[in-house]
């Protein structure tokens, strides 16, 4: 990811950073962290970059030219993501730097002085962002905590890749309590039950901690996780056909934007994905006009809501004439989940995890989703190849929204069991992260059925529709 930051103070964030995490994932050029100075835009003779506001008031602001220009200089007038950091912006949260997390190229845009003149956050602002309710000198600091944030979140940033899910605000809980060598401090012995060696007891103590201490010091997290785990609770009930929806909450990555009897519209804002079940057209047509307008995917659970996504509902779309078009069916497919706890036999010995390295090999044989999307899931780490002899000979993954897929073996290798080592390889490491594995199947793909069932995957009963966006001439 490449990161710019215009400020008056390059060197602030330059030092900042230098010794950190995120310093270290700059020299590995996993991102880069570039600092534009304002003042080298600036028009006049002293390098003058601010004024007095029009109409009075305390302090100065900057002028519209130079930092026009520093914006300019970075994105030659293209269309990048630029945050202006204010405390008058969208309070920051952990869900917001998933997001941006998935960007190539990020602009920040600091402030100091009173402000900015108004018209040229009009051209260039995308975002505008607040770290909190209080006002600081300047956004420097705010830009930092927010890049500190999104960056940690990018593969290969954390060494430890398991440590960015656990954390606090990972599901809406804030972290339980940890403890580290001596055992005794102060009089104070470390919990027995961290030494009894029993994980699925420690996992279940840390959550009841979690809850404990959400409830009591932030009621807002504990409300909105309650209410994912009621909705989690009752889609429970038709387990097949709804996993797509009780993963996504699960493994928190949903938000419910809608919930109301049988009506359910969930947004996955990392992958820009809306989930929907709708009990009639009426309340399916209220729901999708609460639909982020940035959704680029939907999963739908009825077809009236395909042909309203698809405007070509005419008629359908009621008296106000709105059409929620703009989106076209991809694929229609049956769910499969894996029902059981215990992980299956891997007889294929050699899989391990894809890195770039791969790259070429795996977009040369699987083009379905297109080769971007498919180096995103080998940084993402969650591509594994079956190899003979050190050379790969097939490979399976997981998607973004977390269904099981990217299926493929060499013809020469087929029928030899490798396609099923590799996905029990999967399902076996998806189980360990206390996730249920499940996939999706298009409609009419025996095969694949054939051995999703093989493997002990349960199908669903009813379908449900993938639709995307359909992209304007031009745009990648
Ligand atoms: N600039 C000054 N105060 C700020 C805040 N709280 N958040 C973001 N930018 C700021």
Redesign the pocket.
Known sequence: MKIHILTLFPEMIEKGFQSSIIGKAAQKEILSLHGVDIRDYSLDKHNKVDDYPYGGGAGMLLQAEPVFNAWQSVTGGRAVRTIY???Q?TP?TQSMAEELAGEEELVFL??HYEGIDRRVLEETVTDY???????????E???MVMIDAVARLIPGVLGNESSAEEESFFNDLLEYPQYTRPEVWHNKKVPEILLSGDHRKIAQWRLEKSRRLTEKVRPDLYEKYERKQRLTDRLLKDKRNYIHMIESLRRGRAEIIWWEGEDILLYDRSCKLCMITAASKESGRLMLAYAPKETESFVTSQVFLNEMLCGSGGSDMGDEGESYGGYEIHCECYQLVYTQKVPLPVKHKDIRQLTMEHLDYVGSRYSYDGREYVEARIREGVMYGAFVENAPVGFAGMHNEGSLGLLYVEEAYRRQGIAVSLESYIINRTLEKGWTPYGQVIVGNEESFALQEKLGLYRSDRTVWWLEKIKQKGQA
């Open positions: 950091l204010t405390p912006g920051f600091c402030g962002v607040s770290i909190g309710d209080y006002v600081l000198t300047g956004g600091l705010p830009a």
